[in-house]
């Protein structure tokens, strides 16, 4: 079964630092999706970015960016310049085949000023 | 805001009883999932809708049920409640039929609370 795993219940960075999360997932799926949510205190889930497993080209929106290692099966999220609106849960999700979104459990991130 | 709307905000009521939570998915999506996230966890797939037909199912008890209705909108009913059923639950919609690359756009949650 598809499972994702996110080790760092909780991670804090100083405001315009760089930090990573972590996300590892297990499949034997050779063709799926990864994604990152990011979750505000006012509990809307929006999507920060998206990776697609053909791609060996690690994706990137603006100050966010993935490194994709698909061996090793590890999706992490860089965050560089850190913002004070970047504070967060942060979701790992994997999209497996019969359409169904797999969820790891979340990082809190938190922005020191 | 995503356009997704979802109806109510807040919902309190009691063990045993019955609710139904209603999700307006943005304009021309034809895809609508429901997700449940319990405290400080991640979210629980329950059950996709495309375009009036269940599409996929997840880890959804038989005490709930949901349908699409034919102007696109969805509700998920949830009977005979328990303790354990608070959580937020999540609608989302996308495009089509929901293949991987497509983006699910979030409403913002109905928060239920079971006493």
């Known amino acids: 079964a598809q499972t994702v795993t996110q080790s760092q219940p909780e991670m804090s960075v100083q405001e315009a630092e760089t930090v990573t999360l972590s996300c590892t997932y297990d499949t034997s799926e050779s063709d799926y999706y990864l994604f990152w949510y990011k979750q505000p205190p006012s509990r809307q889930m929006i999507l920060v970015i998206r990776q697609e497993a053909y791609k060996q080209q690690n994706a990137t929106e603006n100050r966010f960016s993935v490194n994709f290692q698909k061996a090793a099966k590890s999706f992490s999220l860089k965050i560089s310049d850190s913002q004070l609106g970047d504070a967060a849960m942060y979701f790992c999700a994997y999209w497996r085949s019969n359409y169904q979104l797999i969820w790891g459990a979340g990082t809190k991130l938190i922005i020191k000023p | 805001d995503s356009g997704v709307t979802q109806t109510p905000k807040h919902l309190i009521t009691a063990t045993g009883q019955r609710v139904t939570l209603r999700c307006s998915p943005r304009?021309?999506?034809?895809?609508v999932y429901w997700y449940q996230q319990s405290l400080d966890q991640g979210l629980q797939f329950l059950i996709q809708?495309?375009?009036?037909?269940?599409?996929a199912k997840g880890n959804i008890l038989e005490r709930f049920s949901a349908q699409q209705f034919p102007d696109l909108h969805s509700e998920l009913n949830l009977s005979s409640l328990e303790l354990g059923d608070s959580a937020l639950y999540f609608c989302?919609?996308?495009?089509?039929?929901?293949?991987?690359?497509?983006?699910?756009?979030f409403g913002p949650g109905t928060r239920l609370l079971v006493l």
């Open positions: 304009s021309g999506d034809l895809s």
């Open positions: 809708y495309y375009n009036g037909e269940e599409r």
């Open positions: 989302a919609s996308s495009v089509s039929a929901g293949v991987g690359q497509e983006t699910q756009y």
